[in-house]
């Protein structure tokens, strides 16, 4: 067998996983942010950053999330079967320098000084064995010191990404210096980038010694680098995750990557990179990489649509008639029905601000509620009830608790649940239930292994989530 280089195998895969992808709302919410769905996949996106890694020698990848994303974003490694990835929690969003930063000074608390690679969780690559080509080239010049960055050769002008000016090749490779880094351009601009020549699209993939990052964010962001340290001083395991301060990290200036580090650097190279790289950043992004029928209508799920042309459509959970609509957006979630024009969909971010602004929780979550154990939907709600769906994963437990204001009734629909009920335990089944009174202390546990499922109708005066005196939980929760 041949030995890996040793290049590859000091490759250090990081994954920012913390953004909110606002421009896919409905769809992408604040704490169900686009890397974390499904599109045009039976895998999410996450899942597929994860699995595209398989085939290139590497160490175990961190994942870098936020609080309120952490249980679904560790679910969703789990069911990527990654068993060994760092997951560290940002105590506020500071933007990728920042981001970056704690994770290189993971990888050198060690002694070490691995190769990072960089890459944002919610990117479409088609070409897995094309993207490896261009991640070991990178890695061979970031041994040798270079800030690699990777460049989509441009096919449009198109004003939603960063644009790179490429010089001379270096040595005999592919690579190239980079003359500087262009901010998003107007369309004009954009324009004269393409019948110019020599500009790439920025994909936001990058890699790096861990230590040379760090040297370049001494020389050109100390500010960024002295609030990091602060806040890996701090640093905190706390399950499968690692916490940082957040005094410390909110005094961070927030600053993205490419103007931190990148656009000041003398050692920035470029890598072309022609792998079917796609950003999904907004709906119409969505419909131009789709699949379309004959009359250029993107249908997702149950869809009825008759004398349409030029629309995405998707259905979550319900049946959406559509008659000769033209060039729309309509998206149907389970609390959400979104209908634009395409014309009009940028303007989706002063949508969410105006539902923010008032209060709506639609901006921050879906129906569907993740914890550790499993999730929740809220299906019902009245004065003085609701009525959920729970799932809890195999072998997974709610804490011990009890509430001062609700009681609650539990119907089992699938798999075993294992009750704890005052001093009583129970093992319930399928079709068989069990009531908790106001303020007895209960528990509630999958021993099987397959997933649980069970109605709970909770009934009182206050319904809230805060209603909850733990006793004991196995996933440290107060």
Not at 53 to 74: K, V, Y
Not at 109 to 131: E, Q, R, S, V, Y
Not at 307 to 314: A, F, P, R, V
Not at 420 to 445: C, F, K, M, V, W
Request: with cysteine.
């Amino acid at each position: 067998m041949t030995k890996a280089n040793p290049v590859e195998q000091d490759i250090l895969p990081v994954i920012l996983a913390g953004g909110s992808g606002t421009r896919l709302w409905p769809l992408s919410r604040k704490h169900y942010a686009k890397q974390y769905l499904a599109i045009g996949s039976d895998k999410t996106m996450l899942q597929e950053t994860l699995l595209r890694l398989t085939g290139i020698p590497h160490l175990p990848p961190i994942l870098i999330c936020n609080e309120e994303t952490r249980f679904l974003a560790a679910e969703q490694v789990r069911q990527s079967s990654v068993d060994d990835a760092l997951i560290m929690l940002e105590p506020v969003g500071r933007n990728t320098a920042p981001a970056l930063a704690l994770a290189a000074l993971e990888a050198v608390c060690g002694g070490n000084d691995p190769i990072l690679l960089a890459m944002p969780a919610d990117h479409k690559i088609a070409d897995t064995a094309a993207f490896h080509r261009a991640v070991l080239q990178a890695a061979e010049l970031a041994a040798s010191g270079h800030l690699v960055t990777f460049g989509i050769q441009p096919n449009a002008p198109e004003t939603g990404y960063g644009y790179i000016l490429a010089g001379e090749n270096i040595a005999a490779s592919t690579a190239k210096h980079v003359v500087r880094f262009v901010e998003k351009p107007d369309l004009e601009t954009a324009k004269q980038f393409l019948s110019q020549g020599g500009y790439f699209w920025n994909s936001g993939i990058f890699m790096f010694k861990a230590s040379q990052y760090l040297s370049e964010l001494e020389s050109f962001r100390p500010d960024i680098l002295r609030a990091c340290q602060d806040a890996f001083a701090g640093r905190k395991r706390d399950l499968d995750f690692v916490r940082y301060s957040k005094q410390a990290f909110l005094d961070c200036p927030a600053q993205s990557i490419d103007f931190a580090v990148m656009e000041k650097t003398v050692s920035s190279a470029v890598v072309p990179f022609d792998a079917g790289w796609k950003d999904i950043g907004s709906w119409t992004a969505l419909w131009e990489n789709a699949t379309k029928d004959k009359a250029g209508n993107c249908i997702v799920g149950d869809v009825l649509n008759e004398n349409g042309s030029g629309n995405y459509i998707n259905s979550g959970h319900r049946l959406v008639v559509a008659i000769g609509a033209k060039d729309m957006v309509i998206v149907e979630t389970k609390d959400v029905v979104f209908v634009a024009a395409k014309s009009e969909v940028e303007n989706i971010k002063s949508v969410v601000e105006t539902l923010k602004a008032v209060g709506r929780e639609e901006v921050n979550y879906h129906r569907d509620v993740y914890r550790p154990w499993g999730k929740y939907d809220t299906i019902d709600v009245g004065e003085r009830y609701q009525v959920k769906r729970i799932t809890v994963n195999p072998g997974a437990k709610l804490s011990v608790q009890k509430h001062h204001h609700r009681a609650e009734h539990w119907v089992v629909v699938k798999g075993t649940a294992k009750v704890t009920r005052g001093d009583q335990t129970l093992l319930l089944s399928e079709n068989q239930s069990t009531y908790i009174p106001l303020g007895e202390i209960h528990a509630l546990e999958n021993p099987g292994l397959v997933a649980l499922e069970l109605i709970e109708v909770q009934s009182g005066s206050y319904l809230g989530e805060d209603d909850i005196i733990r006793f004991e939980d196995k996933y440290g929760r107060s």
